[in-house]
């Protein structure tokens, strides 16, 4: 049962242009969704997040995209640099608060071609 | 910038031998949690621990696995007899606060193998 779904299991875009980095969920009582970057041999590193109540989300070239309506989020990345290349993962927080942990996509691969 | 620190990196253990992988969560976090990914499938949640007690667990979570903060500082995940499909990566994360929108900080993770 794949409550966050990521359909893009790699990605490849050249340096200077956009990643946008897409994310579909099922779950109507996720209220809080993030995405992690993560490298070989090291854990998910945050990136940014966005609450259910906002539809955008910008932190420098990182920008969160939420349509609640279509249940789906996209991460873009502009301009994309090499450093950009790794693992994105899309995850969600159940409304149900508290402690809840996260339920997470399967990742997106992103490469950054020089 | 404080981080979530896991050792060891990687351990290696005997089927049905007990293993206990450590954590120290950043220091004024107050709830902790353990995941799992298995290799080349995705990351999922195990447990979730506040005030010295589990706060939710996933169906993986069963009678074999245990959570403990011994002290003020660690954060333990022991398995009791290990099994071959038990071999996965394991994430120690924490956060400020559960229940307010503040993301949850993962250490580097610990790399079981069973033989």
């Known amino acids: 049962d794949q409550q966050v779904k990521q359909n893009s299991p790699s990605l490849s875009v050249q340096e200077g242009r956009i990643s946008i980095l897409n994310c579909d969920y099922t779950?109507?009582?996720?209220?809080?969704f993030l995405w992690y970057k993560k490298y070989p041999a090291e854990g998910p590193t945050f990136l940014i997040s966005?609450?259910?109540?906002?539809d955008k989300n910008e932190d420098g070239r990182f920008t969160v995209f939420l349509n609640k309506s279509a249940k789906h989020l996209s991460l873009h990345i502009v301009p994309s640099q090499p450093g950009d290349s790794a693992v994105y993962f899309c995850?969600?927080?159940?409304?149900?608060?508290?402690?809840?942990?996260?339920?997470f996509g399967k990742g997106t691969h992103l490469i950054i071609q020089p | 910038e404080p981080e979530v620190t896991q050792t060891p990196s990687h351990q290696v253990t005997q089927m049905g031998q007990e293993v206990i992988l450590r954590c120290v969560p950043i220091?004024?976090?107050?709830?902790f949690y353990w995941y799992r990914q298995i290799l080349g499938q995705k990351v999922e949640f195990l447990v979730s621990f506040y005030n010295n007690e589990i706060s939710e667990k996933s169906e993986i979570f069963d009678d074999q696995f245990s959570v403990e903060r011994p002290d003020g500082s660690n954060f333990t995940l022991k398995i009791r007899s290990t099994k071959l499909e038990d071999s996965a990566m394991y994430f120690c994360a924490s956060n400020v606060q559960g229940a307010v929108n503040q993301p949850q900080h993962f250490g580097d993770g610990t790399r079981l193998s069973i033989l």
């Open positions: 995850a969600a927080r159940d409304s149900g608060g508290g402690a809840d942990g996260l339920t």
């Open positions: 220091s004024n976090h107050l709830y």
């Open positions: 966005i609450s259910s109540i906002k």
């Open positions: 779950n109507s009582m996720f209220d809080y």
